[in-house]
């Protein structure tokens, strides 16, 4: 079973920057996109960003141009740099990974979060 671990959240002031992590485990030996996506206070999840196995990353139009995915593929993780943050960045930050095993196609799976605030 794939499990996501994230890390990396906190408070920090607008201007600022973090770096998240994501640290994924129980993988089977075939491709997975992972991403990230944030929630913030009664609001709907977001999509913020997703990268391809093969590097190519996307973003949401809210954080082109200030945030960064990367991935590391032999220590399991994906990482999200975020700079010149602004309050309306604050959220709570989730990793996903989607499957694109042959036996279990389309399955999804989710970290617990990790929370970021930004204070103006």
């Known amino acids: 079973q794939v499990q996501l671990v994230e890390s990396g959240g906190g408070s920090v002031q607008a201007g600022g920057s973090l770096r998240l992590s994501c640290v994924g485990s129980?993988?089977?030996?075939?491709?997975?996109?992972m991403s990230w996506f944030r929630q913030a206070p009664e609001k709907e999840r977001e999509f913020v960003s997703v990268?391809?196995?093969?590097?190519?990353?996307t973003y949401a139009d809210s954080v082109k141009g200030r945030f960064t995915i990367s991935q590391d593929n032999r220590k399991n993780t994906v990482y999200l740099q975020m700079n010149s943050l602004t309050p309306q960045d604050t959220a709570i930050y989730y990793c996903?990974?989607?499957?694109?095993?042959?036996?279990?196609?389309?399955?999804?799976?989710w970290g617990q979060g990790t929370q970021v605030t930004v204070s103006s």
């Open positions: 129980g993988f089977m030996n075939c491709q997975y996109i």
């Open positions: 990268i391809t196995g093969d590097g190519v990353p």
């Open positions: 996903k990974a989607l499957s694109l095993c042959p036996d279990n196609y389309g399955s999804t799976y």
